[in-house]
Structure formats: structure tokens, C-alpha cells
């Protein structure tokens, strides 16, 4: 099943506004199965797709993951609007470690803004 998700996740690659809806129900199918093996391509999504939703998904798969190597790549996105509540919430699903790994980021770019 993982197989099939991360397949359609490539071929829904053509930036639609269907593919970023086959692309974001992907990864959340992918993060919840827990899919570690397509962790790869997940960080792909968050570090190359223009969809702020898909990147907000891939921000929550890798935390469904249980993938703290890339915390800095999701404490990345606290600096957009669009991704920023998905990298608060990823980053506070990786654990407290995470979180204080990464409170400065998160204080000084996501609690003071006015979306938070």
C-alpha cells in the first residue's frame, strides 16, 4: 500500500490542483502508515514541491515518521505563513528534544506572529 501511495504522489508531480490534492492526501496516508521507507521521498516533497499545503503535509508525515533527522528542514518552514502552524505541530510531535532543539526558531518566527 505504501508503494502505491508514494507512486501516486510522484505521478500527481505536474503541480494541478488536483495532483497537490492526490499529492497532500499521499503523504498523509504515508504518515500515518508510519512508511519510514519513503521518509526520502517525503523530505523530497517538503524541500522541492511549490504547494505550501503539500509541504505542510510532508511536515506532518515526517512527524508521523517518527523522523527527527529532519527537524531542521521542517523547523524550516516556520518562516512561511502557509507551513508555519503544520512546523510548529510536526516539530512538537518529534518530542520535547525537538521542541528545545529548535524553541528559538519557534518563538522568535511562529508565537510572535499574528496567525499564531
Known amino acids: ?15 494541478g490542483d488536483d495532483d497537490v490534492q492526490v499529492r497532500v492526501c499521499a503523504l498523509q496516508a504515508l504518515g ?4 519510514t521507507e519513503h521518509a526520502e521521498l517525503v523530505a523530497e516533497r517538503l524541500a ?5 499545503l503539500v509541504q505542510s503535509a510532508a511536515c506532518i508525515a515526517l512527524a508521523g515518521m517518527c523522523d527527527s533527522s529532519r527537524a531542521g528542514a521542517i523547523a524550516a518552514r516556520l ?8 512546523a510548529v505541530s510536526a516539530l512538537s510531535m518529534l518530542g520535547p528534544e525537538v521542541v528545545r532543539a529548535h524553541g528559538n526558531e519557534i518563538v522568535s518566527t511562529a508565537l510572535v506572529s499574528p496567525d499564531m
Open 1 to 15: 500500500l505504501a508503494h502505491r501511495l508514494a507512486d501516486a504522489m510522484v505521478a500527481a508531480s505536474g503541480g
Open 32 to 35: 500515518r502508515l508510519g512508511a
Open 48 to 52: 522541492e514541491d511549490a504547494s505550501e
Open 79 to 86: 518562516r512561511q505563513d502557509g507551513t508555519r502552524l503544520a
